[in-house]
């Protein structure tokens, strides 16, 4: 399972950004999906996460700012960045739980990362 990360860039405080994470390959289930960020010298922390089923959870940090949502016909996961704050930047990634064909597990996997930079 390959998932690509895109939408990153640079904004201004108070403005906004859309993240897409795109999954392909051999899914059987695309389970939750998750973005995380991190800044250099700091952990990886959760940012949203969303549920197959639609069903949505926020860090403290992010809620009444950012919203998750998902197209499960396409596998991809949106992470919408409204009144963005200089302490939102950060690597942003996806990680996605799945059941890949001919497997009865679920696994993790990881997109590659996608820089959010926001500018006071």
């Not at 899914?27 to 700091?42: A, D, E, N």
């Not at 089923?53 to 409204?82: C, E, W």
Request: glycine fraction near 10%; charge should be positive.
């Amino acid at each position: 399972v390959q998932l690509q990360a895109s939408g990153g860039g640079l904004a201004q405080a108070g403005g906004s950004l859309t993240l897409s994470c795109a999954a392909s390959g051999s899914i059987f289930v695309l389970q939750t999906m998750t973005w995380y960020r991190q800044v250099p010298g700091k952990e990886r922390e959760l940012v949203a996460g969303i549920t197959n089923r639609g069903v949505t959870h926020y860090a403290d940090s992010v809620k009444g700012r950012f919203s998750i949502s998902r197209d499960n016909a396409k596998n991809t996961a949106y992470l919408q960045m409204n009144s963005l704050k200089p302490e939102d930047t950060a690597v942003y990634y996806c990680k996605a739980l799945a059941v890949i064909h001919d497997s009865t597990y679920i696994q993790p996997f990881w997109g590659q990362g996608t820089q959010v930079t926001v500018s006071s």
